[in-house]
C-alpha cells in the first residue's frame, strides 16, 4: 500500500531582507494509512511550515515530498490543488468557517471545486454533518454555533470529499478543555473507524501523548 505522506530530507527556506532563513534543515519521516501522529514542538520549531508542506500549500526547497504517492516538485499549481482537494483534508484552530453561509453548505464546498453536482454535494455534507453528531444544525450560520459546533463543521468539511490525510493544526486551541476533548475523541474515532491517517500540530504535551507517534521538532529538526 503506498504511504499518505512521505518526506525524505525535505527542507524548506525563506529569503528576508536578503538574508536566507533556514526554517526545515533535512526532515525526513512517513506517515501510512490510518496512522496517528502528534508533531509537537515549541514556536517557531517548524512544526507549522512542515505542515504547510504535507498539505500541499507549499513546496520544499529541497528533498523529496510525497502526497498520495506523487512526487509535489513534479506537478503545476493546479495538478497539486487537484492533489491536495483529493486527498488532504485541514482543520484549523480557527474553523475558517464562511461566516454568512450554513453549516451544510460549509461543508459541502470542497465539493464544488470537484464539480460535484448540488444535489450530491448537499446530500454528502448533511450525512458528514450527521456523522459528527450536528444532524439538527445544518441550516445555521456559524454564529449560531458554539466553538465546539463550529469546529466539528470543520472537521465534517475536511472528511467530506474522503481524504486519506486528516491534518489537524491545534485544533482544540480555540475550545475549552471540554469541547476540546470532545473534539479530539471525535477525530481519534474517525481514525480508527474510517482508517483516514490523523496528523495533528501542537504544542501541547497532553494532545500529543493521545497519538500513536510523536514527531519532535525543534530548530527546524526531528529530535529524539
Avoid: C, W
Avoid at 7 to 22: F, H, N
Avoid at 125 to 136: D, I, K, Q, S, T
Amino acid at each position: 500500500m503506498t504511504a499518505a505522506l512521505v518526506a525524505e530530507d525535505v527542507t524548506r527556506e525563506y529569503a528576508l531582507d536578503g538574508v536566507t532563513v533556514p526554517a526545515l534543515r533535512g526532515v525526513s519521516f512517513t506517515v501510512d494509512a490510518g496512522d496517528y501522529v502528534a508533531i509537537i514542538g515549541p514556536s517557531g520549531s517548524g512544526k507549522s511550515t512542515l505542515m504547510h508542506l504535507l498539505g500541499g500549500l507549499d513546496r520544499p526547497t529541497s528533498g523529496r515530498l510525497l502526497i498520495g504517492g506523487r512526487d509535489v516538485a513534479g506537478l503545476g499549481p493546479q495538478e497539486l490543488a487537484r492533489l491536495r482537494n483529493e486527498t488532504i483534508g485541514f482543520v484549523f484552530q480557527s474553523f475558517h468557517l464562511l461566516a454568512r453561509t450554513s453549516a451544510v453548505e460549509n461543508v459541502a464546498l470542497p465539493l464544488v471545486y470537484r464539480g460535484t453536482r448540488a444535489a450530491e454535494r448537499r446530500k454528502k455534507a448533511r450525512a458528514m454533518l450527521e456523522r459528527v453528531g450536528l444532524g439538527h444544525r445544518l441550516d445555521h450560520r456559524p454564529n449560531q454555533l458554539s466553538g465546539g459546533e463550529q469546529q466539528r463543521v470543520a472537521i465534517a468539511r475536511a472528511l467530506v470529499t474522503d481524504p486519506q490525510v486528516l491534518l489537524a493544526d491545534e485544533p482544540t486551541g480555540n475550545l475549552d478543555t471540554r469541547n476540546g476533548q470532545a473534539v479530539l475523541a471525535l477525530l481519534e474515532a474517525l481514525n480508527k473507524e474510517q482508517g483516514v491517517a490523523l496528523v495533528i500540530v501542537t504544542h501541547d504535551n497532553e494532545v500529543a501523548t493521545r497519538a500513536d507517534r510523536r514527531i519532535v521538532m525543534r530548530d527546524g529538526e526531528i529530535v529524539p
